[in-house]
């Protein structure tokens, strides 16, 4: 079995990483069916998998290419019965391998999972010590009834206070933030004194959720927000690692020494993996509240998992009980008829699920807004003609890529959207215009890559304008931070701009900081980073701009789906250029993401 794979390694069919693991359990005298899953197990680790069910891989043949006839698998008996026999593999933690049912985990994630599951089931009990008379008010007050219809985001509300533990999921503009704060409200509401604690995956995305929440005070939507609500509910947001104290010796809080916290706001949830989701309610205590905002049909995490998937049911409908439907009712957020009562007895999971319907930012004339729509149903084909061939949709556009190069005008449009802000003098005015335009790309390598991109970008640029440029940099270079440094307070994904200081006749970098006003560095002490004209769809979650040039390639490849095309074209909230090839963008609208993972099954799923 060993020389298969190594066969299948030298053919470029399995990772060396697989291989190497498989060699590693070989070692120690495993029979070939254990070699094999263990090598399956380590390849798909690396693709984001928390585990692989062996029933997907039996009676088949794996690693076929050009060079090499494949591995034939054997029946899920056979496999299982080698697996139960190996001193390795166990049922329960601690062990290298653990087997649960059909599902094989390395160790590390079974156990991540199974904290993870436990954290949420243990905060699925009815919140007990709710003024329920306090809180109708409070929802009269703040989600005052202007028609018929459901106000999906006043049942949010009282989900989110009914319960210790609450899922609040939409698309763009659908209000999640404007929600969250009257959540606030009404919690503090409750319980005044409260420790309240905002955070998001990355410096970008808390810095917008402290933001988010400056502006939703001031909107005149939020009108019935008291001044004492305005002041109790904070502005400030962190890092999950920076709220956990990570440092290079690992996580200060932990199940052992938890974060003093009441209520906890997670915004941009997709992006959270199984890990750090794991570590974070593990290191809470049990009675705190927490909050996950996030859009269930987004791309999942860049590392092992799909967190918010898996709680979500992966686009299962929301069905609730009857008996909470009545809660609802008696709180005045629904009206009776308007959620229909039926004989199922869905997961207890599911009455802590919020899903917010309706968008504020797109309405049925946005091309923006129905082309993610036909997406994420999987119909690229109508996204492509009805909407974005379609003159009808001015905020949407359309141009052709060939198969090998590139259509010069996606190089036009980046020189015509970022010369805006290089002829800007004062540099808070050039930051606020850079994050207004972006390109983002499905692939970093390639010539529909992020990496050939940036070089033909700054190429064009530099051309075009008079540019002081020394080595690497040059006058307006946007860089994107690829490693956290906690002393600088800088953390992966935060975007800035290199810029010429004729005055000390140096560069110098500027990054906008969550008060709003903007912070200097020297060159020479930035972290590692990279040149950001253009991005990677994976790397924009948690960012919006204003126009949006999408780059998809003419092939078929597995990393394209309608979970990143979705997740690219929402990030547009006024203009949205895409450049593909018809066919491959139908197709890869059909093509679904779904990460093996046993949190739905735990979950009720």
């Not at 990054?511 to 040149?531: A, D, I, M, Y």
């Not at 895409?578 to 963008?585: M, Q, S, T």
Request: aromatic letters at 8%; glycine letters at 6%.
């Amino acid at each position: 079995m060993l020389n298969q794979l190594k066969t299948a390694m030298q053919s470029d069919e399995l990772p060396t990483m697989a291989y190497h693991f498989a060699k590693y359990i070989n070692d120690y005298s495993a029979d070939d069916f254990v070699i094999l899953a263990a090598a399956i197990l380590s390849w798909q680790n690396a693709q984001g998998h928390v585990c692989i069910d062996l029933q997907d891989y039996t009676d088949t043949i794996l690693f076929a290419g050009d060079d090499f006839t494949g591995i034939a698998t054997p029946s899920l008996n056979k496999w299982l019965a080698a697996l139960h026999k190996h001193p390795w593999v166990s049922d329960h933690f601690p062990a290298p391998l653990i087997l649960e049912d059909t599902r094989l985990y390395l160790g590390k994630y079974w156990r991540f999972e199974t904290q993870l599951a436990d954290a949420i089931k243990n905060r699925l009990s009815p919140n007990t010590k709710l003024n329920s008379p306090l809180l109708k008010s409070g929802l009269q007050r703040l989600f005052p009834k202007v028609d018929n219809t459901v106000d999906w985001q006043a049942v949010a509300a009282a989900i989110a206070l009914l319960n210790r533990f609450v899922v609040i999921s939409g698309g763009p503009g659908t209000g999640k933030t404007s929600t969250v704060i009257r959540i606030l409200a009404l919690l503090l509401a409750q319980n005044p004194a409260m420790k309240i604690e905002l955070i998001a995956p990355t410096g970008k995305a808390a810095a917008r959720l402290a933001e988010s929440i400056r502006n939703g005070k001031q909107d005149k939507r939020l009108s019935a927000l008291t001044d004492e609500e305005k002041t109790l509910i904070p502005e400030s947001a962190k890092t999950i690692h920076r709220l956990l104290k990570y440092s290079p010796r690992g996580f200060y809080h932990n199940a052992e020494n938890l974060i003093p916290v009441d209520t906890l706001v997670v915004d941009e949830a997709s992006m959270v993996d199984l890990p750090l989701m794991a570590r974070l309610l593990t290191a809470i205590p049990a009675d705190t509240h927490v909050i996950l905002l996030g859009d269930r049909d987004q791309l999942a995490s860049v590392e092992a998992g799909s967190v918010l998937g898996d709680i979500t049911g992966h686009g299962h409908n929301i069905i609730y009980p009857g008996n909470f439907i009545n809660e609802l009712e008696q709180l005045g957020v629904i009206q009776q008829g308007d959620i229909d009562k039926n004989n199922i007895t869905p997961p207890l999971i599911t009455r802590s699920i919020a899903l917010l319907h309706k968008s504020y930012r797109f309405d049925e004339t946005s091309g923006i807004g129905t082309a993610a729509s036909f997406i994420n149903k999987g119909n690229g084909g109508a996204a492509l003609r009805n909407v974005l061939l379609n003159p009808k949709f001015p905020d949407t556009e359309w141009i052709s890529v060939g198969n090998d190069t590139l259509n010069p005008d996606c190089i036009t449009w980046a020189s015509n959207n970022y010369s805006n802000y290089l002829s800007k003098n004062n540099i808070k005015e050039a930051l606020e215009l850079f994050e207004k335009s972006r390109i983002l790309t499905a692939l970093r390598n390639g010539e529909f890559g992020m990496d050939e991109l940036n070089k033909k970008i700054s190429h064009r640029l530099l051309q075009n304008h008079n540019l002081v440029q020394h080595g690497d940099e040059f006058h307006g270079k946007p860089i994107m931070i690829t490693r956290n440094d906690y002393e600088l307070d800088l953390f992966n994904g935060d975007i800035g701009l290199i810029w010429w200081s004729e005055e000390s006749k140096q560069f110098n970098a500027h990054f906008p900081s969550s008060n709003g006003e903007v912070r200097t560095l020297s060159t020479r002490q930035l972290p590692q980073h990279e040149t950001a004209f253009a991005m990677t769809i994976h790397k924009s979650q948690g960012s919006e701009f204003d126009n949006l040039l999408l780059i998809l390639p003419p092939k078929a490849t597995p990393v394209v789906s309608k979970e990143l095309i979705y997740t690219g074209i929402t990030r547009a909230k006024k203009q949205v250029l895409v450049a593909g090839n018809e066919a491959i963008f139908v197709q890869a609208c059909k093509e679904s993401v779904k990460r093996s993972s046993g949190l739905d099954k735990k979950l009720g799923w």
